[in-house]
Each structure stands twice: as structure tokens, then as C-alpha cells.
């Protein structure tokens, strides 16, 4: 089993910036993909951004020169760097990691969620 446990959200306001931050721990023998995903009130859930364990990134289009995804794979976290926020930016925001298994398998784990809002 794997838990992840995320942090570094709260309240913002507009233009400021939060650093979220999601550490893996538990059956782990290696980590493949990392992302943050976030669902506002009444909507469906979205990606966010991704990382591979190459590191290439993959960001939404709405979050694009605002927001930085980068992982310490030493410490099995992915970390969230949001600038420039904007009310809509406002979501649970939730970690998301790849496991592989020893045997080749792979899982899919998210975190708690922490809840990011922006406004003044």
C-alpha cells in the first residue's frame, strides 16, 4: 500500500503564489508518473500538470508560465509551484504518483486533497 500526503494549501490572494507539496511513502519499488489534478465547486475534475521520471512536463493550458511541477525522486515528492493565482485557480487540488511493483505492475495512487482558494 502507498499514502501520499499533500500540503502547502490555503488562502491567496490574487497574483500571490503557494508551493504544494506530496510525499509518497509505503510499498514503493519505483515511481513513474507524478501530477496534480484539482476539481472546483460543480465541476469535473482536471489535470493539472505531470511529470515523467525523466522529468518531461505536461501542463493544462489554463496553468501554462504560471505554474511549475517538479519532483525529489530521492524523496519520493512531487511539488506544485503556483504563481500569478487567479480566483478560478480556486479547487481541491490532489497528487497523483504511478507505482511500479516489483513484478512490473503498475498502480495508481492520489492523495487527500488540500484545498487551494484564491481571493482577496
Do not use: H
Not at 494549501?9 to 515511481?31: D, E, K, T, Y
Not at 513513474?32 to 505531470?50: C, D, F, H, I, S
Request: net charge positive; charged share 15%; with cysteine.
Amino acid at each position: 500500500q502507498v499514502q501520499l500526503v499533500e500540503s502547502g494549501g490555503g488562502l491567496v490572494q490574487p497574483g500571490g503564489s503557494l508551493r504544494l507539496s506530496c510525499a509518497a511513502s509505503g510499498s514503493i519499488f519505483s515511481i513513474n508518473a507524478m501530477g496534480w489534478e484539482r476539481q472546483a465547486p460543480g465541476k469535473q475534475r482536471e489535470l493539472v500538470a505531470t511529470i515523467t521520471s525523466g522529468g518531461s512536463t505536461n501542463y493544462a493550458d489554463s496553468v501554462k508560465g504560471r505554474f511549475t511541477i517538479s519532483r525529489d525522486n530521492a524523496k519520493n515528492t512531487v511539488y506544485l509551484q503556483m504563481n500569478s493565482l487567479k480566483p478560478e485557480d480556486t479547487a481541491v487540488y490532489y497528487c497523483n504518483v504511478v507505482v511500479l511493483t516489483s513484478t512490473g505492475l503498475k498502480y495508481k495512487y492520489w492523495g487527500q486533497g488540500t484545498q487551494v482558494t484564491v481571493s482577496s
